[in-house]
């Protein structure tokens, strides 16, 4: 999106105003929060330090107090007198701890030790002889009386003390000890020595009251700063103070990477997450407590510690906004002082554009208008010119058509013609024919006549013959052989007779042939009269067909012609409409540029009126 003029005559201002105060004040935020963070780092160091050499102190004190107690004369004749009482209530069956055994126990001595207690701040003070038998105990608890090497406290901190007390003075640190309730309990011990013989240990039980006093000290460190002690017991690492700030009690565990560098030896500062979930400055160091695995942390939240920062950057924040609306009053006003005749200019622009984008828009409807026309007339003539094409082709194959029954006909007309001629040869012959049966008819006539005078010859031969053997027998011997000449010749007469006849019947059926033959032929050549006179016709009428066909003929050419040069025509129509569509689109792509140059316009002007 862009900006106005105005707004980016405002932004100028804003940048070239705001910019340097904004460079300056990160410069100046850079060097507050190194500043910051060096001094908070050595404060928190030091804090360390303070608290770290008075725990140590405070645990070297103890030891010494321990040592002095065990070389107290009057404590070595306590603990004789307290191991002497514990024998005789054990032999005669009374409890060491009962009110009996607390009034005899009431001497100058154990009111000096019950002073000492309150005044050093120990919780307990505990004499174990060398069994390991609790003789004595200031508190009175449940632990006055145990055997710490075979009872119930066997592993306590008080057993591990005791066992290790023997060689000298030593520290126990906190666990868990169940006379007092499970609380978190420290011992300091040290031998009690007559003449280089060890006769037991004094203990001292610790609580963590002074060692929170020191840790939670919180003088130089704010409302979120604090100290606190870790430590390792065994393969654990827990807490060796209470926490003040977040939850966190002593003995809970408690482990991190740079605890356990600090229990390790190591020292250093950090910036991590803490507890709450907040960035926090921390240093961290170990201890040198003897028998101790400890470490100091000093933590403190980043937020308060660069609180000075955080008003730093407020109060930069307020110059820049009160700078930031002077300088948009300033812009504004000689924003309006160039932007308002630019106003008035703009105004005409809109105006003149919006006059010409009617006009345009006018003449762009006229002229689709008129695109519109033209297409549906290019439309029709397209479709005419398609019926013209199709009424061109079905006139062509009429003609086609017309052609092939033309020749189909003269073809006809010249085998009719053939025909006819065959009909006057075949009738020619035929009355040849019949002229060759009536001479045939002729001949058989004859033939019938000669028939009949060889029949009458045999008739008579007969005769003769029948007349000789009657000569024969009347000439008796000399008559026998005329007699069988006689009766051969009347055989032969007889044989020609029954030819002669058979000769007839064959004459006649020949005859009754060519009557049926002459018949015929007068028959056929009837037909061939009729077949001649059909033929004629048919040949009349196959002329007349060759007319009309030929007619049709020219005539479909005439149409396909016609429409030839119809279709010729009405795609000269489609074309000249083709370059009136082509002109009126033409025509209305110059508006569309015409009005897309007025809408640019346009809206150049009022780009130009936002920008204003």
């Keep these: ?125 505990l004499l174990i002889d060398v069994e390991g038998r609790v003789v004595y105990s200031v508190a009175r608890e449940s632990d006055l009386g145990e055997d710490l090497l075979k009872g119930p406290l066997q592993g306590s901190g008080l057993a591990r003390l005791f066992t290790k007390a023997k060689g000298g003075e030593v520290l126990e640190d906190f666990s868990a000890y169940s006379p007092s309730k499970g609380a978190q309990t420290a011992f300091v011990g040290a031998p009690i020595k007559r003449d280089g013989e060890l006769l037991g240990v004094v203990a001292m039980q610790l609580t963590t009251a002074e060692i929170d006093a020191i840790v939670q000290s919180r003088a130089g460190m704010g409302q979120s700063g604090e100290s606190y002690l870790v430590g390792k017991l065994g393969d654990k690492t827990a807490y060796r103070s209470d926490r003040v700030t977040v939850q966190g009690r002593i003995g809970q565990e408690k482990s991190d990477t740079f605890i356990e560098q600090a229990i390790a030896g190591s020292m250093g500062t950090a910036l991590r997450i803490g507890a709450g979930g907040e960035p926090v400055l ?7 407590i003897p028998g101790f695995q400890w470490a100091i942390v000093s933590v403190i939240k980043e ?22 609306v002077v300088v948009v009053c300033v812009g504004w006003l000689v924003a309006r002082s160039i932007s308002k005749p630019l106003l008035d200019v703009i105004q005409v622009i809109s105006s003149s554009s919006a006059e010409m984008a009617a006009t345009v828009t006018e003449q762009e409807r006229v002229a689709a208008q008129q695109a519109a026309s033209v297409n549906e007339t290019n439309t029709t003539m397209e479709e005419l010119g398609a019926s013209s094409r199709q009424s061109a082709e079905q006139a062509e194959v009429a003609a086609n058509s017309a052609d092939k029954a033309l020749e189909l006909s003269q073809f006809g007309m010249s085998r009719v013609e053939d025909s006819m001629a065959s009909m006057e040869k075949a009738k020619t012959k035929v ?22 005078l060889v029949s009458d010859f045999a008739n008579e031969t007969k005769m003769l013959a029948m007349n000789a053997a009657v000569e024969a027998v009347r000439a008796g011997e ?26 007839n019947g064959l004459v006649s ?15 056929g050549s009837k037909v061939v009269d009729d077949g001649m006179v059909i033929s004629q016709n048919t040949a009349e009428t196959f002329r007349e067909v060759a007319q009309a ?64």
């Design 1 to 125: 999106m862009k900006m106005r003029l105005s707004v980016k005559l405002i932004s100028l201002f804003l940048l070239f105003g705001i910019l340097p105060l904004l460079v300056v004040s990160i410069l100046l935020n850079q060097q507050a929060s190194d500043a910051l963070r060096a001094k908070s780092y050595a404060m928190l160091e030091a804090v360390r330090e303070s608290h770290g050499n008075q725990v140590e102190k405070f645990f070297q004190s103890r030891l010494s107090d321990a040592q002095v107690i065990a070389e107290t004369v009057a404590v070595v004749e306590t603990l004789k007198t307290a191991r002497r009482t514990w024998q005789e209530y054990q032999k005669t069956g009374r409890r060491v701890g009962s009110s009996e055994w607390t009034a005899s126990m009431q001497t100058p001595l154990s009111h000096f030790l019950e002073q000492f207690k309150k005044q050093y701040g120990y919780y307990d003070l």
């Design 282 to 288: 921390s240093s961290y160091g170990p201890l040198s």
């Design 303 to 324: 937020s308060e510690a660069f609180a000075a920062v955080t008003t730093l950057n407020l109060t930069i924040l307020v110059v820049a906004v009160v700078c930031a």
């Design 431 to 452: 009355e040849a024919i019949a002229q060759q049966i009536l001479l045939l008819s002729e001949k058989t006539g004859q033939i019938r006549d000669i028939a009949n």
């Design 478 to 503: 000399h008559g026998k052989g005329f007699a069988v000449l006689a009766m051969e010749t009347r055989k032969l007469a007889d044989e020609s007779k029954r030819s002669a006849g058979r000769i």
């Design 509 to 523: 059926e020949v005859q009754k042939a060519n009557n049926s033959t002459v018949m015929a032929t007068e028959e």
């Design 549 to 612: 066909m030929n007619a049709a003929s020219q005539g479909a050419q005439q149409i396909s012609l016609n429409v030839r040069q119809q279709s010729v025509a009405i795609r000269q129509v489609v074309e000249a409409m083709k370059s009136v569509n082509a002109g009126a689109r033409e025509s209305q792509a110059g508006m569309g540029q015409v009005k897309e140059g007025i809408r640019t316009l346009n809206e150049a002007a009022q780009t130009l009126q936002k920008m204003v």
